[in-house]
């Protein structure tokens, strides 16, 4: 008896049937509706601080406070670990332990992350709080975007 190629390897061969690619998954009722829920709750927000302005304040006092300028929003910090633990569960970690073998890239991507983005992100908002935005929003709001040590 001749046997398929199929049946001796068990690969399945090229063919018409064999290269369609399966049907993505659907989008959820969230994802589907992602414009409406932003723009939802960007109107919640603007109704909550018109009508409970004292709870806008009371979320500004969670705020971890270096030299009475805050550093870390605590409620901000809370909802970004919610808004990116899906996605961080999604992570395949063996394949970022494959990446992380390759020192070059990773050493490159830490460096610029670390020790050159903060400091020209500091620039950028000192040149435009600073300088080009100075007159509009006064000398107390840019003593807020100066090193708090």
Do not use: H
Not at 45 to 63: H, Q, R, S, T, W
Not at 83 to 96: L, N, Q, T
Not at 141 to 146: E, G, Q
């Amino acid at each position: 008896m001749i046997k398929s190629y199929e049946q001796e390897t068990g690969v399945k061969a090229m063919t018409a049937e064999g290269t369609i690619p399966k049907q993505a998954k659907g989008l959820n009722v969230f994802e589907r509706y992602l414009t409406i829920w932003v723009v939802l709750c960007i109107v919640g927000g603007i109704v909550l601080g018109k009508f409970a302005p004292g709870f806008a304040e009371y979320l500004d006092g969670m705020a971890i406070y270096v030299n009475k300028a805050p550093v870390v929003s605590i409620p901000i910090a809370v909802c970004l670990f919610f808004m990116m633990y899906p996605i961080m569960v999604k992570i395949d970690f063996a394949e970022v332990l494959k990446a992380g073998k390759s020192i070059r890239p990773v050493g490159l991507t830490l460096f610029v992350n670390w020790a050159v983005k903060p400091f020209t992100m500091y620039a950028i908002s000192l040149l435009f709080l600073g300088t080009l935005f100075y007159t509009f929003i006064g000398p107390d709001a840019v003593d807020l975007i100066r090193m708090p040590f």
